[in-house]
């Protein structure tokens, strides 16, 4: 099964398929959730219209834990199974995973701002998020030290594997220590406790931001299937 | 004209609830441009590299 997609000539036909639907419903499922979340959602009681920011900070928050999962499970796969395509979604993952993971710490500084009084605190969702970011760059930096771009490929995966313990520790942060931040709300036993009308637009924004990660991972797998072929073109070249 | 005032004011958060909307699209819509970016050079390139072997061989 897995080896059937192993196959990067497989592996463009199937992404070219694909493209066009992530990129569709990507547009569509944002477009809703920023009018539902804008324009038909009340304001909290609590939060005034401070609330709102809540519809970019939470998905860009699950996306960057999103993004790290499908990194440490694709580089899982690729040191086990030295699967190429897995190498690929691994490097792919990271950038956007980055980005997501940026866009949570700065939207939450300015929900922070308003609510708490501080654009930062030490606590300890805020540091572990921030640890997340660094874990991203380190990621980068060490996929690109080396000469040999397999052994590049090893090393970061082993550090993508290893900084997963920060994953558990992200979400259970709110529970296991005192933190300013709030306890889970949506995704928790016994079920979402926000009321539908903040759910639709937080759940519309959280699946169209998935859709934009798998638009950006094909298209950046796409991009490094290129570049592989290039290196190995310019070897031949270079010894031929 | 009142009602697109009062919603832009954002119940007085506008300062920091527009700029979290800015600038998550300008890093994620930057995030796909660059990804495109990277994938048409990439194909450019191999396309201009297979062309020469297939003239070299």
Redesign the interface.
Known sequence: MLHRFANPARFMRLSGVLLPWMAGAAIILVAAG?YMGLFVAP?DFQQ???V??MY??VP?AWMALFSYTAMAVASAVALIWKHPLADLAAKSSA??GA?FT??AL??GS??G??MWGAFWVWDARLTSMLVLFFLYLGYLALYNAFDDPTRGARAAAILALVGFVNVPIIKFSVDWWNTLHQPASVIKMGGPSIDSTMLWPLLLMAIG?NF?YF??LL??M??EI??N??RM??LR?VHG | METITNFLE????AV??W???L??AV??I???VS??R??K???E??KA??EE?KGEA
């Open positions: 920023l304001a005034g219209e401070s709102r920011i970019v900070h860009n950038p956007i980005c940026f866009l700065l939207t300015l929900w701002k308003p931001f934009l638009w950006v298209l950046r796409r991009g290129h570049a072929k290039i073109i310019r070249q | 954002m119940g007085g958060y920091y609830v700029p979290s909307y600038i998550t890093v994620l930057g995030a796909l990804s495109i990277f994938l050079r990439n194909a390139t191999l590299l297979q072997d």
